[in-house]
């Protein structure tokens, strides 16, 4: 029967009942728009009242006293809290947002307006979060996201603040399903049925102190230290108290030498800075707890967590597609690793970091971690991983000793143009040389591979050995690179694709000869067209360079 031909004229069927599709985001007109929480209004008033008390205390009580010329900080601080809490105001006066059967729409903006709608089949995460202010107004910010991070750039939908009786309800029917209860009027709680408990939730992990450890060595220590002191110098300055001359007085420094000087301000820093990132880890991390829990579209991982910022993320295990494990190289000898989910619509390089599902910790609990977050009789990321040959620490040393020389001949180079500089200074180019090889070989242990459970397991990386677990069936195509480098060592480099985490994972320097057997076992039958048999007579080095050249192969120099 011909697909061009135009159906006989008739009378037409009458519509099969069926339940409402839903209104457009047009045509959702009878769903009411509701404002935030009226208390979001108070919060910003006594945020901009507070933001102006510093400089108000020193005005009043120490007048006299005040050095003016340090009262810049606390002046530019006190005027971006007044600013902050305006522009606040405005946001409430400004902001709308409603929940229809099939959306979740916001509308905001003062000079230029902002209408943003999701899909609720599309929604990949509903987090709840609350900073002090709000915890103690019963308030808290949402944040539904579908994406938009990894697909448009663009920020996932917040409605911040509303009560947390909202929150949770709306949570709830984001989440789990089920008809949306709307209100008149902002802040007034419609009568609805309650949403369905989960039951059965399975606790994988809770915060351990011992876990601290993991996270105070580091450079971040310096860095905290150091902002830490600034602030209090020029706040102590303002009211006429020199910190300075106080820290000189302390000892004779002049007797004590240069050297040990230094140690004992070094030391110091370090000792504050590891402090400020211990209380900074409790704050964070306070009762935290990964959770598995059943609902009526599936089951969800959840995490909660924090002390005066509290802040629960919910991810669908319908996205889930893997797991990453990453493990710093200056750390690995303490056994840390940081755990995250591979899954569509959480972002990896976020600020707040929706995909990471455990603190900095042991090595060991994320690995059983990650295992029960998979639900695989054997967990992937414990399986052996197929080592690649000795040509990849040829390549890896190559790329060493350009590295040294590099560097060694910029400083030859500089040594020419700048007088005041040693002739010979450019020798400590050659100092780098046993830390690149180092690295080199760190980065060829790294390297490994295997395709267990349904799983494609990948290992690489020098400064941070990162290993990931991703779905087979996440996999949605393979590319093959071959640098020219790579054609004279036999190596190429096989990256899948997915929609799903950083969105491309690599194998790096297998042999050419197994590239396209492991990416036709990572995905069984993508590459089936494209491989053409070799001649039953050919030998077997010709059909090993047959294989490692497929039709439609991307070699990239």
Do not use: C
């Not at 509308?107 to 987090?127: E, F, P, Y």
């Not at 002090?132 to 448009?152: E, P």
């Not at 609990?365 to 990650?370: K, L, N, P, T, Y």
Request: aromatic share 8%.
């Amino acid at each position: 029967m011909s697909t061009d031909s135009e159906p006989e004229p008739g009378p037409e069927p009458a519509p099969e009942p069926g339940p409402d599709p839903g209104p457009e985001p047009d045509a959702a007109a009878d769903v009411p728009w509701q404002r935030l929480d009226t208390r979001v209004v108070w919060v910003d008033t006594a945020k901009t009242v507070l933001s102006m008390v510093p400089a108000g205390v020193a005005i009043a009580f120490f007048g006299a006293e005040i050095n003016w010329g340090s009262m810049g900080p606390i002046l530019v601080a006190s005027a971006l809290g007044v600013l902050g809490g305006l522009a606040d105001l405005l946001r409430w006066v400004k902001t709308r947002y409603r929940i229809t059967d099939d959306y979740v729409e916001r509308r905001t903006g003062l000079l230029v307006r902002k209408h943003r709608s999701i899909r609720r089949d599309r929604i990949r995460s509903v987090d709840t979060s609350a900073k002090f202010r709000h915890r103690l107004t019963g308030l808290r910010v949402v944040t539904v996201g579908a994406g938009q991070h990894s697909a448009t750039g663009e920020s996932a939908l917040t409605l911040d603040a509303v009560r947390a009786e909202t929150a949770e309800r709306l949570r709830q029917e984001l989440l789990y399903g089920g008809p949306v209860e709307h209100t008149d009027t902002a802040g007034a709680e419609a009568e609805a049925e309650p949403a369905p408990t989960p039951r059965d939730e399975q606790v994988y992990a809770r915060l351990q102190r011992s876990w601290v450890l993991y996270n105070v060595f580091s450079v971040w220590a310096f860095l905290m230290a150091g902002g830490l002191l600034w602030g209090t110098y020029w706040a102590l300055r303002m009211f006429g108290v020199d910190l300075r001359g106080f820290v000189e007085g302390l000892v004779d420094w002049d007797a004590i030498g240069g050297g040990w000087t230094i140690a004992i301000g070094v030391a110091t820093v370090g000792v504050i800075g590891v402090a400020g990132l211990a209380i900074n880890f409790f704050t964070e991390n306070w009762r935290f707890v990964l959770v598995r829990v059943p609902g009526d579209r599936g089951t969800v991982l959840r995490t909660s967590q924090g002390l005066f910022k509290t802040r629960e993320v919910n991810r669908d295990d319908n996205r889930l597609r893997g797991v990453s494990i990453d493990e710093p190289l200056l750390w690995r000898w303490m056994g840390m690793a940081d755990t995250a989910v591979i899954s569509t619509g959480l972002t990896m390089m976020s600020m707040t970091p929706s995909a990471q599902i455990l603190p900095r910790g042991p090595i060991g609990v994320a690995r059983r971690v990650a295992g029960q977050v998979l639900r695989t009789d054997h967990s992937p990321l414990d399986r052996p991983l197929r080592p690649h040959p000795l040509r990849a620490l040829r390549r890896r040393v190559g790329w060493a000793l350009i590295a040294t020389a590099g560097v060694t001949g910029l400083l030859a180079w500089l040594t020419t143009l700048i007088d005041a500089m040693p002739g010979r200074v450019w020798l400590a180019g050659l100092a780098l040389l046993p830390i690149t090889l180092a690295l080199a070989a760190v980065a060829y242990r790294s390297l490994g591979h295997t395709v267990a459970d349904g799983y494609l397991v990948t290992r690489s990386g020098a400064w941070s050995r990162s290993t990931a677990a991703l779905q087979s069936r996440a996999i949605v195509g393979v590319t093959f690179r071959q640098s020219l480098l790579q054609r004279r060592l036999r190596l190429a480099t096989v990256e899948v694709s997915t929609a799903a985490g950083f969105g491309a994972y690599q194998a790096i320097d297998v042999e050419s000869a197994d590239a396209v057997d492991l990416a036709d076992r990572a995905v069984p039958g993508l590459l089936t067209e494209f491989r053409a048999p070799a001649p039953a007579t050919a030998p077997a080095d010709a059909a090993a360079d047959t294989v490692a050249e497929p039709a439609g192969a991307q070699a990239q120099p």
